[in-house]
T-cell receptor
């Protein structure tokens, strides 16, 4: 099946710094990518939807200035957590949707802010 | 406010037994209902999915039962194996090109299959 990768798989950063997470669709073109956040022992919560070449759409309660999303190509979307704080520590998961509406999740990125 | 309610929170089943997880939704506009399996530290993987015009779908040991009038759907895992021990999430999605893929997830069910 199609593969979606994320990089890095885990990252530790200091409070106040920014960290970028990449999501790539490896063998199909993703017209749309979604970013989810999952806290330990909890469900996945949709953060935002990004379409290639346009601004991301954020879910209610998600700070768009804090979670910067860029979808510059049909195979790459990035999520930048700006001025990270310990409460941003979470598991960030992307999913990619292809032209035939197939959807695949990435393996996730574990962010720990110290 | 969770739009998809999932139960139970956890489940222990013996090897060879049947695991049953239930979900309920309120919004009748949902038109796509997938189930995902997630192992610790990994992204979710699609198991099986159903649309409201079908009452049951079976793929291998996994079966979805869908009750449109009751706004409920369930996952049955037959002949449960220790390798099935994972967290299972139900989800729902709205129709339309702009909404497809924007999943509303249930709270998850941790399934443990004992040998």
């Amino acid at each position: 099946g199609a593969v979606v990768s994320q990089h890095p798989s885990w990252v530790i950063c200091k409070s106040g710094t920014s960290v970028k997470i990449e999501c790539r669709s490896l063998d199909f073109q993703a017209t749309t990518m979604f970013w989810y956040r999952q806290f330990p022992k909890q469900s996945l919560m949709l953060m935002a939807t990004s379409n290639e070449g346009s601004k991301a759409t954020y879910e209610q309660g998600v700070e768009k200035d804090k979670f910067l999303i860029n979808h510059a190509s049909l195979t790459l979307s990035t999520l930048t957590v700006t001025s990270a704080h310990p409460e941003d520590s979470s598991f960030y998961i992307c999913s990619a949707r292809g032209s035939a509406n197939e959807q695949y999740f990435g393996p996730g990125t574990r962010l720990t802010v110290t | 406010q969770q739009q998809v309610k999932q139960s139970p929170q956890s489940l222990i089943v013996q090897k060879g037994g049947i695991s049953i997880i239930n979900c309920a939704y309120e919004n009748t506009a949902f038109d796509y209902f997938p189930w995902y399996q997630q192992f610790p530290g990994k992204g979710p993987a699609l198991l099986i999915a159903i649309r409201p015009d079908v009452s049951e779908k079976k793929e291998g040991r996994f079966t979805i039962s869908f009750n449109k009038s009751a706004k409920q759907f369930s996952l049955h895992i037959m002949d449960s194996q220790p390798g099935d021990s994972a967290t299972y999430f139900c989800a729902a999605s709205y129709p339309g090109a702009d909404s497809w893929g924007k999943l509303q997830f249930g709270a998850g069910t941790q399934v443990v299959v004992t040998p």
